[in-house]
């Protein structure tokens, strides 16, 4: 790994020597790396809003999308952007001053959507819904003021199969998150390129980082919320099980609409005796 002040980002100042780290980091850089080839996400000359929370999960991105720019191998501009939405105590000084710090090109942008999100949501229910469709519209309007391609999210492996199985149980429907989504205007993509990466990675490596984190007060003082359930669930399954996670995750990329029921994704009726279907070949 690269350890020289002179052939390093800043971002990886002050890293752990330690082998164990040194594995850590080039196991997320190589499934940041799979996920960007696999799905296609890169487009020559163009521009990516690296979208910052100051959580765990969107410091990881933004230090391993910048190791593979450092090394060549992300053809693409990278700018980072935060978008403070007016929560209470919310430590605005934090993110720009790291930034900079950094030599991370950037954009910060004031937009009180908690003030709208608590006028509209009756007290007791979940805030996630509409918190983020306003922040979606938000950085979609940053992303195309700034002449970018994508709008790059911190989502991670667990966030995909948590999303899956809220879906499952609460939604009736077999869906998550894709790495690469097309918005409904179809000019910016939404790319997740840590989709391969686990979560504790990503708690491992900005804890070993020490990068500043902000936690999210509005949402994380909601213990009930579904995606926390959901969460339990697997973790209590990930206890009994040590490796199904992975083991789930990798049937969201391995599914056979033969073997489901939906019939717009298989011609039931259309199968015939003496016909085999191009899936069973």
């Not at 003082?221 to 209590?236: A, E, G, P, T, Y």
């Amino acid at each position: 790994m690269l350890d020289n002040h002179d052939d390093i980002h800043p971002l990886f100042h002050g890293a752990p020597s330690t082998t164990e780290f040194k594995k850590l980091r080039k196991r997320i850089v190589r499934q940041t790396r799979e996920a960007i080839e696999q799905y296609g996400m890169i487009e020559p000359d163009t521009k990516w809003l690296v979208c910052l929370s100051g959580g765990k999960d969107s410091y990881t991105l933004l230090a391993v999308l910048n190791e593979l720019k450092w090394r060549g191998l992300l053809p693409v501009e990278l700018i980072a952007c935060n978008l403070d939405q007016g929560q209470p105590n919310f430590p605005a000084t934090v993110l720009p001053e790291f930034l900079k710090k950094m030599g991370v090109p950037h954009r910060i942008e004031y937009e009180d959507t908690y003030s709208i999100v608590m006028d509209k949501i009756p007290a007791g229910r979940t805030f996630c819904a509409l918190c983020s469709r306003l922040r979606r519209g938000n950085l979609y309007r940053i992303a195309r003021e700034e002449g970018c391609s994508a709008v790059v999210l911190g989502h991670h492996r667990d966030d995909i199969l948590e999303t899956f199985f809220m879906n499952l149980f609460h939604g009736g429907r077999l869906a998550t998150m894709p790495p690469k989504l097309l918005n409904d205007e179809g000019d910016l993509f939404v790319y997740r390129p840590l989709a391969h990466v686990a979560e504790v990675d990503c708690e491992k490596f900005a804890s070993a980082m020490k990068y500043p984190i902000i936690p999210c007060d509005l949402c994380g003082s909601q213990d009930s919320l579904q995606r926390q359930q959901v969460k339990q669930i697997l973790d209590q399954w990930e206890t009994n099980s040590p490796g199904r996670r992975q083991i789930m995750f990798r049937a969201l990329t391995n599914a056979r609409p033969s073997h489901l029921l939906d019939p717009k994704l298989f011609d039931f009726a259309g199968l015939m005796r003496g016909n085999v279907p191009e899936s069973e070949q």
